[in-house]
């Protein structure tokens, strides 16, 4: 008996303990700083005009009151997400029980039980941190809205920001750019269509897999079924309607514009300079390095070239060399049917496409143009008397003698290797950290036939430095962030530091400019000889190529093209396949060029120009079958009669 009363005590105390507490964390909901819904995380995107380009969560231009949106829709929506809405206080208990339940019996997460509300307040406020403290927030956001706002204005506020795939966020956009019509007017059919599609945009837009999204619209025509809001027979002639779709955005109808936003907010969290109660209470504005014509170009190259090739995919970016803004990116062919970033998230390796920052190391270090070494098939003897036997594109040799003006052009993996050995692998190393090579490298033998991993962004920023004549720069696609009154967050800076000397950067640009030369044919072709009929212009190129990676990486004074080919799965690429990622090179560099004049580069004073034996490296004869004019410091030409330390490389060992 006397346990008894104890336990009943305890109860009445702790049924106190929390009216109390329910009481007050009502009162403070109630009370406090109210959620202005229709402006809250408002984030508006910006071109490099001041073009608005984005407007998202609701920065939606489109909001549109509850009363003027389809009856199907709301049914179709609180049926498949919520039916319980308009009963619970923001939690559904007893779906969180049962979803509990379910995925303790299946030892899996599959039953979900986040009510409107919740997935609502997670939409409006919290987009960036995953941890507890977010999932607390979330809960507590939710319990505001339920104690400041009605049912309907919830509802009405759910439906203008949820996620309706593709970009397209509310269901206004999403009913203009799927059917084509207003929200208002969209049919049953055509409402359980959309209503499906917010559990995982990725995977029920029909216009990325109309059998899973049909599947979806079944399973929610059915839950209406079954809450008696349609008949059976209205089903089955629900399902066998068929329907049309638009897909179509009113501005900048680019499929790939989603993968240049997606980067801008990836640039964003890793500033770390904008916290969540900052959007939620003021919004903001973010401008960027954005060039719609450049964007459009790039979009079109890859279409067009990858047109064919439907499980092929594509990372690319375009960069302004002068200050390292990314003024196009593409993180893949089209993002409704792959939303996964390949430009930020993907590392692939890089292939000959590394050589460049060897051989401006190997010019920085007594070596140049006319420095010869022997190429034919060699295995390498290293440390602890490991092997190493790399072989040429095609196991072509030359079995002789071959200048560095020539292994570049024919992308010589023989002798990359030699002049690797000769510097030290250390030096490698060195020269891609200070050319702003983020990733870890290994110094090893075969480091420079690209065997690491590298992401296109920081990739394409080394080749900065030798576009600008030696300055590092930072890759970015943010140049000034503005809360909601017009305060500035955060600004670009736009600091560079000189790494490199230019009279190096000039001769290997000069160099690289060789690689589509088809007079330099010999035993072997040039290695991008295929789109020289593309080019009208001077540049300094170079591509790469691994079993299962494709690269050209090119540029002028004025813009760096970076172009990843290949496929997600790394299935081994076959021969004919080695030709996408130049043309989408080519195709975009002069595209966005078209309008512009020569551009390329002013030679410096300490820098002279002989026409040189590019097989022998001495100056050209009459009898010289290859000949070019090949640049070096003065002093280091052939045919100079003064000894320099140049001269003593010039013939390194073999």
Known sequence: MKKFKIIIKITIASMLIFCISYSILFLCAKYGSKIDIENSNSIY???????????GSNGTKKWVKLKDISKNLINATIYSEDKNFYNHSGFDIPRIIKSMFVNIKSNDLKEGASTITQQYARNLFLTFDKTWERK?????????????????????????????????????????????????????????????????????????????????????LKSMVNNNIITKKKMNDT??????????????????????????????????????????????KIYTTLDVKAQTILEESIKNNLEDKEQMQASAIIMNPKNGEIIALAGGKDYSKSQYNRA?????????????????????????AATTFLSKPTTFTLDNNHTYS?????????????????????????????????????????????MGITSKLQANASLPLGTNEL??????????????????????????????????????????????????????????????????????????????????????????TTDYDLWTVGYNPDVIVGVWTGYDDNR????????????????????????????????????????????????ATNDS?????????????????????????????N
């Open 45 to 55: 995107m910006y071109d490099n005009t001041n073009k608005s380009f984005y407007e």
């Open 136 to 220: 607390i927030k979330e809960a507590w956001y939710a319990f505001k809205l339920e104690t400041q706002y009605t049912k309907d204005e919830i509802l009405e506020g759910y439906l203008n920001t949820i996620n309706y795939g593709n970009g397209i966020l509310g269901i206004e956009n999403a009913s203009l750019y799927y059917f084509n019509k207003h929200a208002s007017d969209l049919t049953l059919a055509q409402s359980t269509m959309l209503a499906g599609i917010p559990k995982s945009p990725n995977n029920y837009s029909p216009l990325n897999d109309e059998n899973a999204a049909k599947k979806r619209q079944k399973q929610i």
């Open 239 to 284: 399902l066998n309607k068929k329907l049309t779709y638009y897909g179509k955005k009113e501005n900048l109808n680019l499929s790939t514009i989603m993968y240049y936003q997606d980067a801008v907010i990836r640039e964003l969290e890793d500033l770390k300079i904008v916290s969540d109660d900052t959007i939620r209470q003021e919004g903001l």
């Open 344 to 368: 930020v998230q993907s590392k692939r390796q890089v292939g000959s496409t590394m050589k460049p920052i060897l051989y401006y190391a190997a010019l920085e270090n007594g070596l140049n």
């Open 390 to 434: 790399p072989s040429n594109y095609g196991n072509i040799y030359p079995n002789e003698d071959i200048t560095m003006a020539l292994a570049i052009a024919y992308s010589d993996n023989i002798y990359a290797i030699k002049t690797h050995l000769f510097l030290g692998e250390d030096t490698l190393v060195k020269y891609s950290k200070k």
């Open 455 to 544: 992401s296109i962004i920081e990739f394409v920023t080394s080749y900065a430095a030798l576009a600008n004549k030696g300055y590092l720069v930072k890759g970015h696609l943010i140049k000034k962030i503005e809360d909601g009154n017009g305060d500035v967050l955060y600004q670009y800076n736009d600091k560079k530091e000189k790494i490199l000397n230019e009279s190096y950067t000039y001769i290997l640009s000069e160099l690289l400019s060789n690689t589509y030369d088809i007079k330099l044919t010999s035993y072997t072709a040039p290695t991008c000889a295929s789109i020289a009929p593309k080019i009208t212009k001077k540049y300094a190129v170079k591509s790469g």
């Open 572 to 619: 081994k690429l076959s021969n004919k396949e080695y030709k996408y990622s130049k043309n989408i090179w080519a195709d975009t560099i002069e595209n966005y060029l078209r309008d512009e004049k020569q551009n390329w580069y002013k030679k410096p004073d300490n820098v002279v120009g002989v026409l040189t034996d590019v097989n022998t490296g001495k100056v």
């Open 625 to 653: 079958k290859l000949k070019k004019i090949l640049y070096y410091i003065k002093g280091t030409e052939p045919g100079y009669k003064g000894k320099t330390k140049n001269e003593d490389s010039k013939k390194a060992s």
